[in-house]
């Protein structure tokens, strides 16, 4: 069997290794017959965008080109006609990834820059042999590749480099650019956000806007950003995302594919679960599975694990739960149990809108790979798209994320023995813990929030019985709504009640706890459980003040 490419995104080192390939290079042709003048493709993060690229590098470019030749014998864009050959090695590139740009500054954003555009200049420096170049373009070649260029001369560094190897070979440049929002995505999450957003505008626009000397330029990422106006005029950018699904089966493994993968690694017998932890994806109406997992999985001997969980962070996750209204906090729950929400998708979103606009989270939630397409449909010429998690892989990260932000200081393993007294009617036992809990992750800011904090804490920690049971937030049941309703998935488990009242003083904890208790059964809370023939319930009154909580 061959080798696995975990984690080698150089396509001449995945060929010349004898690594097990996953031919996309029929994506040449595709491209070679459709293509315009500068391709964005977006896609979720580790789903082998940077190999894809250099692909296209090791394919087009003149340096070298005979000898990268022998990199595609055998794949499928040599057996398409060698009228697609024939574009083998002829063109210069300018291949460039800004994935490793990741700093908590502009400053060191701004520096990182700086030594990435010194190192791609060197790359270049045989154009200092040609004789077309001016004693200002010759200073400024120098600056930049001596780490000494100014901002503004940064910003420039893409166009004039093409311009110079446009001279000297006498033909325009292909660019290829690798995860070109990446810095965009840090500066938004460590607070420079306009710095990080005015050089990116210059520094991509100067590149590909009215460019005489670009012949075609093809992009990776996971976000079109472009209401910033980081693409402003660009009238000749083609989009391929998750959502239009054009080029749908260029990144990330088709089923044709994985069930290939899983004959050749000899263990067929583990299809049906790897498509429950890493199918689910739809890009336009392609099935597609995680190819980073898949991979994982294949390497560790089949054991499923949240693999993908493991590549970064998870901030916008983050964002997700930071909105705490009850229709947020069902949406959240739905998605869990698998269940679906519903959006109006822009691929316009961008990240200050986050924390205002709902569809612009589950947009970008889409996007970088935690939601999926399950349907849509043209309402008043407004298309509204129905969402869901795509696997148990992702509902894990979901579930993981949550249980974090609750415990601080405290394992999963002590939330769940927690949950299960609640489950078991230990009711000391569970208050002893929400209470040791509430001592760890409430905030004065928090619970100045009451029944709203309390609220989300206890929603949270319910994750942990999906999917043996299910959860309801904020529901109508009997003469009112009841907080929580915890129902067995199976005949014979008992089924849970929980009303939550704020108290303004610790004294008062008891008769609000005592309150809270009345209220489920005055109002007849358990109706809906005696509908669904759930005999057993029950029911706790919960009060809270501050870190103080008393349960009845």
Same mark, same amino acid.
């Given at each position: ?10 396509? /001449? ?11 996309? !290079? ?31 590098? %090791? ?25 697609? =050959? ?22 060191? =954003? ?57 001279? %000297? ?37 100067? /590149? ?204 999963? !393993? ?54 043996? %049971? ?54 007849? %809370? ?27």
């Amino acid at each position: 069997m061959q080798g696995l490419p975990i984690g080698i995104d150089d396509f /001449a080192k995945v060929r010349k290794g004898e690594y097990y390939f996953v031919d996309k !290079s029929l994506a040449i042709r595709d491209f070679l017959d459709n293509h315009g003048e500068v391709l964005l493709l977006t896609r979720p993060r580790r789903f082998g965008k940077t190999l894809f690229l250099s692909m296209f590098y %090791y394919f087009f470019a003149a340096e070298q080109g005979q000898a990268h030749r022998a990199l595609f014998r055998g794949l499928a864009i040599e057996s398409a006609g060698e009228r697609y =050959m024939a574009e083998q090695g002829r063109r210069p590139v300018l291949f460039l990834t800004l994935k490793d740009v990741k700093h908590r500054s502009w400053p060191d =954003m701004l520096a990182k820059f700086r030594f990435l555009l010194s190192d791609l200049y060197d790359q270049y420096a045989y154009l200092m042999d040609g004789t077309d170049f001016s004693r200002a373009e010759r200073r400024y070649f120098q600056r930049i590749h001596d780490a000494e260029a100014s901002p503004v001369e940064m910003e420039e560094a893409l166009r004039r480099l093409m311009d110079m190897m446009k001279r %000297y070979h006498h033909q325009p440049v292909v660019l290829l650019l690798d995860e070109y929002d990446i810095p965009v995505q840090q500066a938004w999450e460590h607070g420079f956000y306009e710095d990080c957003m005015a050089f990116m505008r210059n520094f991509l626009s100067a /590149a590909l806007k009215t460019n005489p000397s670009l012949d075609f330029a093809v992009l990776t990422g996971v976000l079109r950003i472009a209401k910033e106006s980081i693409f402003s005029g660009l009238n000749n950018l083609e989009v391929s995302s998750v959502i239009n699904g054009t080029y749908a089966d260029w990144i990330g493994f088709t089923p044709e594919e994985v069930r290939a993968l899983a004959h050749e690694q000899q263990q067929e017998a583990v299809l049906p679960v790897l498509h429950d932890w890493y199918d689910g994806y739809r890009f336009g109406e392609q099935e597609i599975y995680n190819p980073w997992s898949v991979l994982c999985f294949f390497k560790e001997q089949g054991q499923p694990q949240p693999y993908w969980a493991h590549t970064s962070g998870n901030v916008l996750l983050g964002e997700l739960l930071k909105q705490t209204d009850t229709v947020q906090e069902d949406n959240l729950l739905r998605l869990i149990q698998g269940q679906t929400v519903t959006a109006v998708l822009t691929e316009n979103a961008i990240y200050p809108e986050l924390a205002d606009n709902p569809d612009a989270l589950y947009t970008i939630l889409l996007l970088t790979g935690y939601l999926k397409i399950v349907s849509r449909r043209l309402v008043i010429d407004t298309w509204i798209y129905v969402l869901a998690i795509p696997n148990r892989e992702v509902r894990s990260i979901y579930r993981n994320e949550i249980l974090s932000r609750l415990s601080p200081g405290r394992t999963t !393993s002590y939330l769940m023995t927690t949950m299960e007294n609640l489950m078991a009617g230990n009711a000391q036992a569970f208050a002893r813990g929400l209470q040791d809990i509430l001592m760890k992750v409430a905030s004065v800011y928090d619970t100045a929030n009451r029944e709203a904090f309390y609220h989300g804490l206890l929603l949270g920690m319910t994750t942990l019985l999906v999917p043996e %049971y299910e959860v309801k937030s904020n529901r109508e049941s009997g003469l009112g709504r009841y907080d929580l309703a915890i129902y067995p998935t199976r005949r014979g488990q008992c089924g849970v009640i929980l009303e939550f009242k704020a108290a303004d003083t610790p004294d008062e904890l008891t008769k609000k706890a005592q309150e809270a208790r009345r209220q489920i059964d005055e109002k007849g %809370y358990e109706a809906d459980f005696q509908a669904r023939g759930i005999e057993k319930v029950l029911k706790y009154g919960i009060a809270f003040c501050g870190k103080q909580v008393v349960l009845v």
